[in-house]
């Protein structure tokens, strides 16, 4: 298939294009960064949903839920599942195609999984590239689920729109989550399996440990002996009833009743994934935020800090690939790790020394 043909495929909205085109981003074939280039003008339409945490927590049933609801609604829905790389072939260990084989047969929703390549953030360095091709492919939805390695999964938050943290009441004191860096990207918090013991307990935990983050510390920790201990000043109060966590938010239609409302406060949503309880309360808390974010600015701000990174991250690859290449300073490379082997030099000192035959345009 050539190029042209790739690109016609995708803008045609042709499964087969689409799996191909993903292939070859992720495997980094010849030509790859031309399609991406000449599909950037299609992105930005489709909503970035990023989910994340501890393995067990229930995240594949939760995708499952989601990608159903959003079916319903009649929207098309991408799923890129980021699973643990075998140590021997580079590819995926498990397929959320497997676990989500109802949904694989829909049409209208895509499922592909990818290898993290031994990335420590929990997903590999194409990821961002892959939904970018199925932004440009025309997905109203994309739902991203990261490897489940707990603590170092925080890469997500610079590919999707909206982040999820999936925790359950086996997860432990929410204090400990809090440290564990998952509580400071998330923008929506779920306890899963929240008919098991202990999850009224994890609910309130997080909640108090967010309530930390914006001086609201107590807002739910009902009255004692008819002391209001809440701390909530009128002021708060109404700015929690009309901002995009509070329910007024939900009675005044979404965006226009947030433009003006104080910083996103994560809410604390529980589900049942396995029974398909909570989905739909879900749906409301993601739609929630992504009016919040469009109707302050935040959406566009993180969007263009997501193309900066990724620029960044262009050149990266580009320079790395060309000064390893046969066409780059070989000469002064060879020189420097000979050096380095032989003792005679350190490899900070023959870094420096590459650095500055870079920087002076000679090898």
Not at 207 to 215: D, F, I, K, S
Not at 313 to 341: C, I, K, M, N, Y
Request: glycine share 14%; no cysteine; charged share 25%.
């Amino acid at each position: 298939m050539t190029p042209h043909d790739l690109l016609d495929g995708l803008r045609s909205r042709r499964p087969a294009a689409l799996a191909r085109a993903i292939s070859l981003v992720e495997n980094g074939a010849a030509g790859f960064e031309a399609i991406l280039e000449a599909l950037h003008g299609d992105l930005g339409r489709a909503r970035r949903i990023g989910i994340t945490g501890p393995p067990g927590a229930g995240k594949s049933t939760l995708i499952e839920r989601l990608t159903q609801a959003y079916r319903q609604a009649g929207l098309t829905v991408g799923v890129l599942a980021v699973d643990p790389s075998s140590p021997f072939t580079g590819g995926a260990l498990l397929g959320d195609r497997i676990r989500m084989e109802r949904q694989s047969l829909d049409p209208g929703v895509f499922i592909r999984s990818m290898a993290s390549r031994g990335s420590l953030g929990g997903m590999a360095t194409t990821t961002g590239e892959v939904a970018d091709v199925m932004d440009a492919f025309g997905f109203d939805r994309i739902v991203i689920e990261t490897v489940g390695v707990g603590q170092s999964e925080l890469d997500i938050i610079r590919v999707a729109d909206t982040t999820v943290v999936v925790l359950v009441p086996e997860s432990g004191d929410g204090i400990q989550v809090m440290k564990a860096g998952l509580m400071e990207i998330a923008d929506v918090l779920v306890v899963n399996k929240s008919d098991r013991p202990g999850s009224d307990r994890l609910r309130q935990e997080l909640e108090v440990a967010l309530g930390v983050r914006t001086g609201n510390a107590y807002r739910h920790i009902p009255a004692h002996h008819g002391a209001d201990v809440s701390g909530q000043t009128p002021r708060r109060q109404e700015a929690k009833d009309g901002g995009s966590g509070g329910a007024g938010a939900e009675g005044r239609g979404g965006a226009q009743a947030v433009a003006h409302a104080p910083p996103w406060e994560p809410p604390v949503v529980g589900t049942v994934a396995a029974k398909g309880t909570g989905t739909d309360e879900l749906v409301e808390a993601l739609d929630r935020h992504f009016g919040a974010q469009e109707g302050s600015g935040e959406l566009e701000r993180h969007r263009h800090l997501r193309l900066e990174q990724r620029t960044r991250e262009v050149v990266d690859r580009a320079v790395r690939r060309w000064t390893w290449s046969a066409e780059g300073p070989r000469p002064t490379l060879d020189a420097a790790l000979g050096d380095v082997a032989a003792g005679r030099e350190s490899p900070y000192g023959a870094a420096r020394r590459v650095v500055r035959a870079l920087t002076r345009g000679g090898a």
